[in-house]
């Protein structure tokens, strides 16, 4: 394991150069720095002559579902017989933007059986011992930022073609909420100025991305900001939560609660906040923060989750009430640290 960049371009070029069959997998409930850089890293061995097939454990929301090969995408929680096939015979495993083997999900047993050659590209903090080689820089806005970084220090940046950049694009806007967060490195910027000269359509890919939802779905936004939004002003903290009730009344369909945990932060004097959704057998826990407050350590001591420094993610297999009962009683403690 390492993360040495000539070596990583001496076995990548060694690895792909012998592969038969390359698998691309990403995490549970896949994102957008997820999608992006899979299919990023899908087109760009593709301008290489290398054929690839990538797998995501389970399906994603519509707006991401535009993105160049997004038909190519295989669902495990769809296909499975096909998606176990490709893993278990690969070559090579790309497994990218998660640090624990758990975060692939029902997938996880599969790379465990697979005989390939396993890759980790990821920007989360304390990547786990689960590959054979792992690409990590945790100061990285995103998976895709390393994607770009990899495809250059193996000489091939003429690969990047408008496609493979929009897919970047995509990843890194998304993962840094249009570079509201995450973004503070220089280097990051250099990478998209690498990308805008591809030619890629910037404002179209935020339109696609933020601008395509339903009007159901604005209206259960102020719905939930309205009425389900609870402000603990001691703790600086504020939290929302959404019930399968209340999300069948307003036509809910996957990814339409997608950034509603951001709206609170912008409260003066509001520096942590949390999102419970209930689902039929978990409640699923999104975690937001402004400055040092670390919500990885938060979402990891309650609730088995992680992520990165302000933005976090966690389940609990209590009902809602008793999942929020948690969650305040860990509020002093964390909140007054
Ligand atoms: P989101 O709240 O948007 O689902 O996730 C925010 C961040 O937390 C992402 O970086 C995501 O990878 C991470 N994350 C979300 N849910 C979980 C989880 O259940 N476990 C872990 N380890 N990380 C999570
Ligand atoms: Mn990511």
């Known amino acids: 394991m390492s993360t040495d960049k000539l070596e990583l371009t001496e076995l990548l070029n060694h690895r792909i150069g012998q592969a038969k069959s390359i698998a691309i997998l990403s995490h549970v409930n896949p994102d957008g720095d997820a999608l992006g850089s899979a299919l990023a890293l899908y087109h760009y061995l593709r301008n290489s002559g290398v054929e690839s097939k990538i797998v995501m454990p389970n399906d994603y929301p519509d707006f991401l579902k535009w993105l160049p090969g997004n038909e190519n995408v295989i669902l495990f929680s769809k296909k499975k017989a096909l998606a ?22 029902k997938v996880e047993e599969f790379i465990n059986a697979s005989g390939a ?13 689960f590959a054979d080689f792992i690409y990590s820089d ?20 003429k690969l990047v073609d408008r496609i493979v950049a929009t897919c970047l694009y995509t990843g890194i806007m998304s993962d840094t909420g249009s570079f509201n967060f995450n973004s ?25 991305v933020y601008d395509n939802f339903s009007e159901s779905r604005m209206r259960l936004l102020g ?19 959404l019930t399968i009730k209340e ?11 997608e950034g509603f945990v951001n709206y609170p932060l912008s409260i003066k004097g509001v520096d942590f906040v949390a999102f419970f959704m209930e689902n039929d057998d978990h409640i699923k826990i999104s975690f937001r923060s402004k400055g040092k407050i670390d919500t990885n350590i938060f979402a990891s001591n309650y609730f088995n ?15 809602l009430t008793d999942t929020i009962k948690k969650f305040v009683s860990g509020l002093p403690e964390f909140m007054s640290g």
């Not at 945790?138 to 940046?157: V, W």
């Not at 069948?248 to 609660?257: P, S, T, V």
Request: hydrophobic share 35%; proline share 4%; glycine share 8%.
């Open 247 to 257: 999300k069948k009344l307003y036509n809910y369909i996957r990814g339409d609660a």
């Open 117 to 129: 050659y396993k890759i980790v590209i990821d920007h989360h903090p304390k990547p786990g011992d």
């Open 305 to 319: 989750g992680g992520g990165h420094v302000n933005a976090s993610g966690g389940e609990s297999k209590l009902n």
């Open 184 to 208: 503070s490195q220089p280097e990051t910027y250099r990478v998209l100025a690498q990308l805008l000269k591809r030619g890629i359509d910037k404002d179209h890919i935020y339109s696609m």
């Open 138 to 157: 945790t100061l990285s806005s995103s998976t895709a930022e390393l994607i770009f970084r990899m495809i250059e220090l193996r000489g091939d940046p």
């Open 223 to 241: 719905y939930c900001l309205d009425e389900k939004m609870v402000v603990v002003k001691k703790y600086k903290t504020a939290y929302l939560s």
């Open 84 to 105: 176990k096939s490709i893993i278990v015979n690969a070559d090579i495993l790309f497994l990218l933007d998660f640090n624990v083997p758990q975060r692939s999900g």
